[in-house]
């Protein structure tokens, strides 16, 4: 019963806490409440897993024994300082962030491990301000049977196995997780591939094992994950495009352009200034280019003239294909 | 976990909480720790079986169960060895951590301080910064935007945004309500006064905010940024495309609705049928130019009449360069 045995953990460690010295099992069978009438197999299986219960909650029961000559015949108490948390104290925009906090998680056992930590807080006497800093929804989404298998094997530096897109089933050291663009990534080495991997979440198929115990390898301490997520943006600019940008237009791309002056050889239509930019990827300016068609034009380099141009030469005759009026 | 897991875990905190917080309300303490109230009257029935060991009634923890079932208070007595919480289990910490990092990201920079230490006490209280692990990227714009928003929000003041989308800038005059974060984007929720309706904005496309002297108006209530939140943004429209192989990153770049099922028999064996909500026209033609030919429009069946209209006035232009009139 659910009732009882709260009532018997609850009471167990009121017990642990309170007393002075090491106690012995039979100590606590005549102690504790909820022992009592058990025979001896029935409690040394129901205290076991009890003591296993609470130090999964993270209350710490410590075995030892007051007199050296009985080593064989182990004691256990919780100590308080271990127990308790820590005095603390916090400043009064302190508690607006911790408050503003408490809004970030909506799903997952993040948010409930969020909850229970402002709890604590509460208890202690400190009361996270709700109420100050309103006009912040800081959200941040972790949804999907996979997150919480990798958020904790991540903390606890256990291995997980999983499926990806349908691939061979992966064996991960988790390193770190990232979150960009709205998208979970979990960074570290793959064990069958022996090198460093990222996978983004959503693409997990099912539900991530845990596969090792607790601390079965150590992150390197140079392989931060912002660093491999870092992996993940656009290369240093190592091309310049040349473009005319329609006046007033574009205002995004024009952001990140320096005005400039047209290749030689070049007519700029009248009503278009002329500006470059760097960029890495020719797949991505051609994107960029043609989003923003007709009011971006490529005046330089001559490739990503004709990228732009079978692009949009494509465009035209697919819709022509397709037999829709023009 | 287990009920009692999680049962026990709550009264260890509870117990203390109700301590220091004498006569505190039932209701207050189902809020603070995410329950029902009968899931805290039913704790009480509980935490009153517990105490001291030996059993006797003056060993066990004393509640007046009467007063909080009938009158809603909680009066708590004889348990001074609970009176401070356990210590944060390793979750706790790191949600907790970075929660607070990402809360850091759309601070005002006078707070910013006051994450950093907020973070730093957390640390000191338990030795670990496995939140580091953990990467949030954000885009949440520039400082002083983000800044003079936040004081408009407080101010009740309205203001003219300066605001770039792709193919255009505009400086529409809005009374600001709420920052979100959504997808990794920060944006402002604001009341249109151009539009007369309420309307988002990505901050990190606005380049400027001024307050234009008066005071906000009221619009009542802005839309729930719960989830389901681009609904608003939605509008009437949507636009279905077949994707190809390379093109199908955009069905899992921009966010979608389900395809309603009669289009879905319209793709090719390679292709990805999705349907993208549409907010705005401009959007639309956007990405079918940025896409091309790989992205085929299913429906509405002459979206890609303007598109294509483009693409032939973009490769008459780019002609003209190289031949001048």
């Known amino acids: 019963m659910p009732a009882s045995k709260s009532e018997r953990l609850v009471n167990l460690t009121i017990c642990l806490l309170v007393s002075p010295r090491y106690l012995s099992r039979e100590q606590i069978r005549h102690t504790v409440e909820g022992y009592r009438g058990l025979g001896e197999a029935a409690f040394v299986r129901t205290f076991e897993r009890d003591k296993d219960d609470l130090r999964a909650m993270g209350v710490p029961i410590e075995t030892g024994s007051d007199d050296p000559f009985f080593e064989d015949e182990p004691g256990y108490r919780i100590r308080r300082g271990d127990f308790e948390l820590p005095p603390v104290n916090f400043t009064a925009d302190e508690l607006s962030v911790l408050g503003a906090a408490a809004r970030v998680w909506h799903e997952a056992s993040a948010a409930a491990s969020t909850a229970s930590a402002l709890a604590k807080l509460r208890a202690a006497g400190l009361e996270p301000d709700a109420d100050r800093l309103t006009a912040l929804e800081p959200t941040v989404s972790a949804e999907g049977p996979a997150f919480d298998v990798l958020w904790s094997a991540t903390r606890d530096r256990r291995v997980v196995e999983f499926q990806y897109r349908g691939g061979a089933t992966r064996h991960l050291e988790p390193w770190g997780m990232t979150w960009r663009s709205g998208h979970w990534y979990v960074v570290g080495r793959d064990r069958d591939k022996q090198e460093t991997r990222i996978f983004r979440v959503s693409r997990i198929v099912g539900v991530p094992r845990a596969s090792s115990r607790s601390g079965a390898f150590e992150v390197p301490p140079d392989a931060r994950p912002a660093e491999l997520a870092r992996n993940l943006e656009p290369g240093e600019p190592d091309a310049t495009a040349i473009l005319a940008i329609r006046s007033g237009r574009a205002p995004l791309l024009r952001r990140q352009a320096r005005s400039a002056t047209p290749p030689p050889g070049v007519t700029v239509p009248d009503g278009f200034d002329v500006v470059e930019l760097g960029y890495h990827s020719a797949l991505d300016m051609v994107g960029q280019v043609c989003a923003a068609a007709p009011d971006v034009l490529p005046l330089a380099p001559p490739e990503l003239c004709d990228r732009v141009v079978a692009h949009l030469q494509d465009i035209v005759a697919s819709h022509a294909g397709a037999g829709a009026s023009s | ?325």
């Open chain 2, 1 to 325: 976990m287990s009920t009692s897991a999680e049962q026990v875990g709550r009264l260890l905190a509870l117990i203390p909480f109700l301590q220091s917080h004498r006569g505190a309300s039932v209701a207050d303490a189902a809020r603070t720790f995410g329950v029902s109230e009968q899931q805290i009257i039913a704790d009480l029935g509980i935490t009153w079986m517990c105490g001291l060991p030996g059993g006797l009634p003056d060993d066990l923890i004393e509640i007046d169960m009467d007063a909080a079932r009938e009158g809603g208070r909680i009066d708590l007595t004889n348990a001074d060895y609970l009176s401070r919480p356990t210590r944060f289990t390793p979750d706790e910490a790191m949600s907790l951590m970075v929660a607070l990092r990402v809360v850091a990201e759309l601070v005002p920079a006078a707070l910013a301080p006051a994450v950093a230490s907020a973070l730093a006490k957390l640390e000191s209280l338990t030795g670990d910064r496995s939140d580091e692990r953990v990467v949030i990227e954000v885009s949440a714009g520039v400082d002083h935007v983000r800044e003079a928003l936040t004081r408009a929000i407080e101010e009740h003041a309205r203001v003219r945004l300066h605001y770039d989308s792709a193919t255009r800038s505009s400086e529409p005059v809005v009374d600001p309500v709420r920052i979100d974060l959504r997808d990794g984007v920060a944006y402002l929720e604001a009341w249109s006064l151009d539009r007369g309706a309420w309307r988002t904005f990505r901050i990190d496309r606005i380049s400027a905010c001024e307050p234009t002297g008066d005071a906000a108006g009221g619009h009542g209530a802005a839309p729930d940024p719960e989830p389901g939140w681009f609904n608003h943004l939605r509008g009437d429209n949507e636009i279905t495309l077949a994707l190809a192989p390379g093109v199908a990153w955009a069905g899992e770049y921009y966010p979608t609705t389900p395809t309603p099922s009669q289009l879905l028999d319209a793709a090719r064996p390679d292709e990805v049928v999705c349907t993208f909500p549409v907010a705005d026209p401009e959007w639309s033609v956007g990405l079918q130019l940025r896409l091309g030919a790989r992205a085929r429009v299913i429906d509405p069946p002459h979206a890609g009449d303007e598109p294509a209209q483009r693409a032939r006035d973009a490769l008459a232009l780019i002609e003209s360069t190289h031949h001048p009139s």
